[in-house]
C-alpha cells in the first residue's frame, strides 16, 4: 500500500512559466471568456482567472468550460503560481451556475457528455498550489461548486447569495456538490440545502462553515476580492513545496481512514525532508531572521 501511495503523492514535473494572456482558443471567433493574470510586485506569485461573460453573468457554457480547462492545464506547468485564485470581472455576479438557455439545445446524449466534462473541470481545480475563490456577488448552481472545488473561499457579506440550487430547476447538482458540500458542512446540513435549494447570503454562508471569511461590500463592488488577495499574501511567504505537499496530505488523508491518512502524512513529509527550503527554514530559525524559500 505504501509503495503504491508513494508513487500517488509524487510532486509534480518541474514547471515552466506560463505567459500571462487570454484564454481564447487559437483562431476562435468569440471574443475570451477568461483572463489569466499573474500579478506582480507583493503580489508576485498570485496569478487570477477572471471569467467574463457579462451577457451571460458567468454562467458555465462551453466555451468558458473549455477556457478553463485549458488555462487550468496550463497553470500546472507553471513553477512561478503559489496561489491560484478565481474571481469574476462581471460586477454582482461570481458564477451563475450551468447555462440552462445553451443546455435547453443539447440532446440527452449532449448534456451527459457535457456534466461529465464540467464535473472533469471542478476535479482540475484540485490544483496543485492552493486555490482561493473570491465571491462578491451570486454564485449558484455551478458556481458554488467551482467555489466548493477551490480549498478557501472568501465572500461579500451581503451581496453574494450562495446555494445548490439545481432541486428547484428539477435537476441535482451534477458537478461534485453533492461529495464536496457534505464534506464541508457535514451530511445532514449538505442534505438540507441540496433538497430545500436554499439561497444563502455571505454572512450566513460564513456562519455555516461554507466560506472562511466575508467582508463589508464595498463601492466597486470587489471587497471579497480584495479579501481573497490579502489571504493569498499570507500563503506567499510560506514554503511553496511544504504547502503544495500540506494540501495533498490534507485532500488525500480525508478520503480514507486515519490509519492510511497517517501513512500518507508520513510519505509527504519524506517527500519535504530533502528540500532545500527545509534546510533554509531551520537555518533562519538558528539565525533569528525570516526565511528565504525558493521552492526547491
Known amino acids: 500500500m505504501l509503495r503504491a501511495l508513494t508513487s500517488v503523492l509524487r510532486l509534480p514535473r518541474p514547471w515552466r512559466p506560463l505567459q500571462t494572456r487570454s484564454c481564447a482558443s487559437d483562431g476562435a471567433a468569440e471574443d475570451p471568456e477568461i483572463q ?10 498570485i496569478t487570477e ?5 457579462p451577457s451571460a453573468r458567468n454562467a458555465l457554457g462551453n466555451v468558458l468550460v473549455r477556457e478553463l480547462l485549458d ?24 458564477c451563475a451556475g450551468a447555462d440552462l438557455k445553451e443546455r435547453e439545445q443539447m440532446s440527452e446524449a449532449e448534456v451527459g457528455i457535457f456534466v461529465q466534462r464540467l464535473r472533469g473541470l471542478m476535479n482540475e481545480i484540485a490544483f496543485p498550489a492552493p486555490t482561493i475563490a473570491a465571491m462578491d456577488g451570486f454564485a449558484l448552481g455551478g458556481g458554488l461548486e467551482l467555489a466548493l472545488a477551490c480549498d478557501l473561499r472568501v465572500a ?21 456538490g453533492t461529495q464536496r458540500l457534505p464534506r464541508c458542512l457535514g451530511v445532514a446540513l449538505a442534505k438540507e440545502l441540496i433538497f430545500t435549494g436554499r439561497r444563502l447570503s455571505g454572512a450566513q454562508a460564513q456562519a455555516l462553515g461554507l466560506v472562511n471569511h466575508t467582508v463589508p461590500q464595498n463601492e466597486e463592488g470587489n471587497a471579497a476580492y480584495h479579501r481573497a488577495r490579502a489571504l493569498a499574501q499570507e500563503i506567499l511567504p510560506q514554503a511553496p513545496i511544504a504547502v503544495r505537499l500540506g494540501k495533498v496530505a490534507i485532500d488525500r488523508g480525508m478520503e480514507v481512514d486515519i490509519a492510511s491518512g497517517m501513512a500518507i502524512e508520513g510519505i509527504c513529509y ?27
Open 156 to 176: 461579500a457579506a451581503s451581496s453574494a447569495v450562495m446555494g445548490l440550487i439545481e432541486t428547484t430547476r428539477g435537476l441535482l447538482p451534477g458537478a461534485g
Open 71 to 94: 488555462a487550468l492545464a496550463q497553470l500546472r506547468e507553471d513553477q512561478q503560481v503559489r496561489v491560484l485564485l478565481f474571481r469574476s470581472a462581471v460586477k454582482g455576479v461570481f
Open 49 to 53: 482567472i477572471l471569467m467574463n461573460r
Open 270 to 296: 519524506a517527500q519535504n525532508i530533502p528540500t532545500q527550503d527545509r534546510l533554509e527554514g531551520m537555518a533562519a530559525f538558528r539565525e533569528k531572521r525570516p526565511p528565504r524559500f525558493v521552492g526547491k
Open 36 to 45: 489569466v493574470r499573474a500579478l506582480a510586485g507583493p503580489d508576485q506569485g
